[in-house]
């Protein structure tokens, strides 16, 4: 047995002689050998992690999740920052979770590298990032033999990497795939570059550096993207700003049209501004969901950073033009607001209050567009609202628990539901959605509709069609029809448009008085 001990170790013989380079692999990374072939070594591939490997920034997607699940933690900050970026990355990253599974890869650029391991290249993630994210990723994926990262007291980015590289492969010793400027200085060191996710300027700028292998564009962002950002088609919804108008027969008051069309846009705006906020905290929850998956910031198509820049813009121009709209509309729009950071925040995390909150906003839109045009509230109209939204929020909560019951799921993450609260929300719903027709009933009956109508008997017409309208909606959702907001939804279906006719219909001959 003594001399098996002094035998040469088996793994290192076979090695050399196969002509194989065997590096020491970092804590969780499988190790793996580059392969020499005729000679000649194939260099290793050094591969960037933001908005490299995957379409994010883990540095600001751990702010996020610190702004939104320690908000205090902000105050830190500063100090963390003092003491240098890699200690703030370091001091975030501890105070955050998250899952490799759920990041957005750049699945072309993937694709790439395992065809380069599989021809024998060895694979090295190194980034910037700090390395309790960079391992887990790299263990995630499957690729990578070794990990270079920031420790929480060294930064590994720019001249630093570069610094780092060349003194662990040499000056030449290895192409780097990167997508930013700071990765100039690592390019210029490097034998080739491997340019993603980059901008044609920089592209040519590290041409100058070294050689291009190749390049990966980056995803166009047009109009169509902004818009995403925006959710425009969710605007609709603000369209409950002129309802006030409508039921209080001041449709050809042209003063109150003006004011109710710059409300509209302010209102909007500030709703975009919310959209963004929310997105941005539920990065998450939307990459586990089947369809929100796809939202330009939980895809990566726009980066958070974006997001964060344009929120407080797009809300100050909304308070600008919403000042013209009168005081009276700025309070509830900033009520709206209030509500909607909250719901954000916290709200729509707790069961039942998510859905009341909802309810509450979509009726703030009527509070509001009443404000601007200066017409005031009927007990009716804010009870029928309640009711009604209450229905359509469960209807929106009752689709995605039917969606993750059919991919197999028991939660709806980042929600306060199990999968088995559907016939709940179901049950809640129908009946919340009686209760707006009863109380539209009731309003039919009431002195109120004899001033204002000329035929009140003809209005009873709207009845059925609400009821019915409310049933259909819900068996849309039953059968998993409901992909969109309720309220979206009835846009674009046609049964709804139909619905809406005839009860717009039985309104306006009952207001006029016009014979059958």
Not at 185 to 200: L, M, Y
Not at 325 to 330: K, L, N, Q, V
Request: some cysteine.
């Amino acid at each position: 047995m003594e001399e098996f001990s002094k035998m040469p170790d088996f793994f290192s013989l076979a090695s050399r002689y196969l002509g194989l380079d065997c590096g020491t692999p970092a804590r969780g990374v499988r190790r793996s050998c580059s392969l020499v072939r005729l000679g000649t070594k194939l260099h290793p591939i050094v591969v960037d992690l933001d908005g490299t490997l995957i379409r994010t920034d883990m540095l600001h997607e751990s702010a996020l999740r610190v702004m939104r699940d320690k908000p205090l933690h902000l105050l830190r900050i500063p100090y963390w920052l003092a003491r240098g970026k890699a200690f703030l990355k370091s001091s975030l990253a501890s105070h955050t979770r998250f899952d490799p599974a759920a990041l957005p890869y750049n699945e072309d650029l993937l694709d790439w590298l395992r065809k380069q391991h599989a021809a024998g290249r060895r694979l090295v993630l190194c980034t910037a990032s700090d390395r309790s994210i960079a391992e887990p990723i790299a263990e995630h994926v499957g690729l990578f033999d070794e990990v270079m990262a920031s420790d929480g007291h060294a930064n590994l980015a720019g001249r630093n990497k570069a610094a780092a590289l060349e003194e662990r492969f040499g000056r030449g010793g290895y192409d780097y795939v990167g997508n930013s400027s700071a990765d100039l200085h690592v390019w210029q060191s490097a034998r080739r570059a491997i340019v993603v996710n980059a901008s044609e300027r920089l592209a040519r700028q590290a041409g100058k550096l070294c050689d291009i292998e190749k390049e990966f564009p980056a995803p166009a962002l047009g109009l169509g993207a902004l818009r995403r950002v925006l959710r425009a088609h969710q605007w609709l919804k603000n369209a409950l700003l002129f309802v006030p108008l409508l039921a209080a027969h001041e449709i050809f008051n042209s003063t109150s049209w003006i004011s109710l069309l710059l409300a509209f846009v302010s209102f909007s705006l500030c709703a975009s501004t919310v959209y963004i906020a929310n997105d941005l905290f539920d990065l998450e929850s939307d990459r586990a969901h089947p369809r929100k998956r796809a939202r330009p910031f939980a895809s990566g198509l726009v980066p958070a950073w974006m997001g964060v820049v344009m929120a407080p813009v797009l809300f100050m121009i909304s308070l600008f033009i919403g000042s013209y709209a009168g005081p009276d509309f700025m309070f509830w729009l900033l009520v709206y607001f209030a509500v909607t950071c909250v719901y954000s925040w916290r709200l729509k995390q707790l069961v039942l209050v998510d859905c009341l909150t909802l309810a509450i906003l979509y009726t703030l839109r009527i509070i509001a567009g009443g404000a601007a045009a200066g017409l005031p509230m009927s007990f009716w109209l804010l009870g029928f609202s309640v009711f009604l939204f209450l229905s359509l929020a469960f209807v929106k909560r009752y689709a995605e628990l039917q969606l993750q019951i059919l991919h197999g799921k028991g939660k709806l993450h980042g929600r306060g539901y199990a999968t088995t609260d559907a016939p709940l929300i179901q049950m809640l719903g129908t009946n919340t959605g009686i209760a707006a027709v009863i109380v539209l009933a009731l309003y039919l009956n009431s002195e109120a509709v004899i001033v204002q109508y000329a035929m009140p008997e003809l209005v009873w017409g709207a009845v059925p069609v609400m009821l019915f309208w409310i049933s259909w909606i819900w068996l849309q959702a039953h059968r998993g029809n409901m992909h969109d907001d309720p309220v979206v939804f009835a846009v674009k279906d046609r049964v709804s448009l139909a619905a809406g006719i005839v009860f717009a219909a039985f309104v306006t001959l009952g207001a006029t008085g016009w014979a059958w």
